[in-house]
């Protein structure tokens, strides 16, 4: 079982749509937990993080902590076709070492 | 956020070189991390990159292989050594940000990419 697991897409959802991502993680010991979005050719930039169950919300993007069930969403609303990237999900137990998932495909469809 | 650079931004390196990475930031940051992005895959973490220390090593990566000097806290390299064409990559430098890496938010410089031939 990998550490961080996320569906690899590509997801693809029409412009003004809810685009909804999903990662699970394997250690209950996970502290943090962090969206960020890839571009192609780009480095990864973080968009959200979230440290406790419940959901935060920032602009058109919903992070969704169940510490639980060890899922982690994000939602972007009224999606853009400038949304369209890779999105990663990571977590940790220690500050700046990351865990990441193999991200996610967005594609939006004008 | 602080201000990562990365130099070079691209390189196309003959197999069995060596190339170093320079990293710098326009603050002085406590944590200061490297990563490896190969192609069509999720970042690693390589190192910690430790002020006046070792840098520590994850698993899979050793110091031979990849030798890290962080001289001050807003600089650091990483030397990729020996290189084949398996080490093509994007390497990433990271800071944590926040007042001595108290956010636990973890930024990116631009990334160096390394192709070897």
Known sequence: QKEVEQNSGPLSVPEGAIASLNCTYSDRGSQSFFWYRQYSGKSPELIMSIYSNGDKEDGRFTAQLNKASQYVSLLIRDSQPSDSATYLCAVNRVAGKLIFGQGTELSVKP | ?117
């Open chain 2, 1 to 117: 956020s602080a201000v990562i650079s990365q130099k070079p931004s691209r390189d196309i390196c003959q197999r069995g070189t060596s190339l170093t990475i320079q990293c710098q930031v326009d603050s002085q940051v406590t944590m200061m991390f490297w990563y490896r992005q190969q192609p069509g895959q999720s970042l690693t973490l390589i190192a910690t990159a430790n002020q006046g220390s070792e840098a520590t090593y994850e698993s899979g990566f050793v110091i031979d292989k990849f030798p890290i000097s962080r001289p001050n806290l807003t600089f650091s390299t990483l030397t990729v050594s020996n290189m084949s064409p398996e080490d093509s990559s994007i390497y990433l430098c990271s800071v944590v940000g926040g007042l001595a890496g108290s956010s636990g938010e973890l930024f990116f410089g631009e990334g160096s990419r390394l192709t070897v031939l």
